[in-house]
């Protein structure tokens, strides 16, 4: 149990930069760490989470962006001409982190064309679910983590969307002796009589900090409160609650909807400028009631409705839609009125 997914991210990556140095050297013991250090190079999506980037930096490793399709997910065929150039150029792939809803609108990238890739190309695949990881709890939604298997590591947090206060983000790694041989030291003051026996697991290994917060229990009390039953529950009422707001956008021909809706989050627009949505999300903002973020898709300013209140039920969704279009109603008539009528009816 980590703290967050960016602490995951980042410590996938420094077991997996040991990794590599570890295997060049393996065929080439002459070749110093510097130099296998300097041509190391990770990739994610350009929809990755900027804690991808982030741990690229403080790992001090190159990162490259892989470019995404029209439905936001990253492609193993995309990822495969920029390693194969990469290797060309000689540098070393050595990490990819896929992600599993994406932040700006829920993408998933293909695990089932990148996975092997990865495992090909010993090439550590990581899998940032931090949000939509919550979801696998409900058979209905486990198709969207084929090709989980080809994962070294994989994280999701359930201080996002299991009703896990922060912070608690739950992380797998496939080969435990990969990250514990990357961050293992063992001063006399940290040693106890049972660290050979194999019957602790000693997670000071795994992690960044030395001390560890009593996460596990937190958890325990949203199980042994919810159930099983009650957690798949809350997952599909919001779910469904995001599909209720669709519906609406849909039904209101000024408006669309941006990208494919999946789980809990409704990625959504004004028919017409950037500017016209930038205007709409800060009139939103400065009245108070709901709190939206907007992305960027495709160039287009796009406004993101993510249900993940415990407590949201459908007259928050009509509502809110109500307050939305209240909002825009306004302002295309204010600027209607400035601009002769040039905007969607
Ligand atoms: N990864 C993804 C895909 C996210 O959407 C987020 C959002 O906050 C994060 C990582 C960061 O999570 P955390 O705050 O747990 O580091």
């Not at 990162?63 to 995309?78: L, N, P």
């Not at 809706?261 to 959504?268: H, I, M, S």
């Not at 907007?294 to 300013?301: K, T, V």
Request: charged share 25%; glycine share 6%; proline share 3%.
């Amino acid at each position: 149990l980590q703290g967050t997914a960016c602490e995951a991210t980042l410590m996938a990556l420094l077991a997996a930069r040991c990794r590599a140095v570890r295997l060049v050297q393996a065929t080439d013991p002459e070749r110093s760490e510097a130099d296998i250090m300097s041509k190391l190079v990770a990739y994610a999506s350009d929809q990755s989470h900027s804690s991808v980037e982030r741990a690229g930096l403080i790992g001090g490793v190159q990162m490259k962006k892989v470019a995404s399709d029209d439905s936001y997910a990253v492609q193993g065929e995309t990822f495969r001409k920029l390693l194969d150039d990469d290797k060309k150029a000689g540098l070393i792939p050595f990490f990819f982190c896929a992600t599993l809803g994406t932040t700006p609108s829920c993408a998933f990238d293909r695990l089932m064309e990148l996975g092997p890739i990865c495992n090909e190309e010993q090439v550590w695949m990581h899998i940032d679910a931090a949000y939509a990881g919550s979801a696998f709890i409900c058979p209905e939604f486990r198709p969207l983590l084929d090709g989980v298997e080809f994962a070294d590591s994989f994280n999701f947090n359930p201080h996002k969307w299991l009703l896990v206060n922060f912070d608690c983000s739950t992380m797998w790694v496939k080969k435990r002796s990969d990250i514990i041989g990357a961050f293992k030291l063992d001063p006399l003051y940290l040693r106890h009589e049972n660290q050979e026996s194999g019957l602790v697991t000693d997670y000071r290994h795994w992690q960044i900090p030395l001390g560890r917060r009593f996460r596990s229990l937190k958890m325990w009390f949203v199980f042994r409160l919810y159930g099983l039953s009650g957690l798949q529950a809350h997952i599909r009422k919001q779910v469904g609650l995001a599909r209720e707001f669709e519906g609406l956008v849909r039904a209101d021909r000024r408006f669309e909807i941006s990208a494919d809706v999946v789980l809990g989050l409704v990625c959504f627009r004004l028919k017409g400028s950037n500017e016209l949505n930038e205007q709409l999300l800060k009139q939103i903002t400065h009245a108070r009631r709901i709190h939206l973020v907007p992305c960027r898709l495709s160039g287009r300013f796009v406004l993101r409705f993510a249900v993940c209140a415990r407590t949201t039920e459908s007259c928050h969704i009509q509502e809110a839609w109500r307050h939305i279009t209240q909002l825009a109603s306004q302002l295309l008539q204010e600027l209607g009125g400035q601009l002769g009528g040039q905007l969607p009816h």
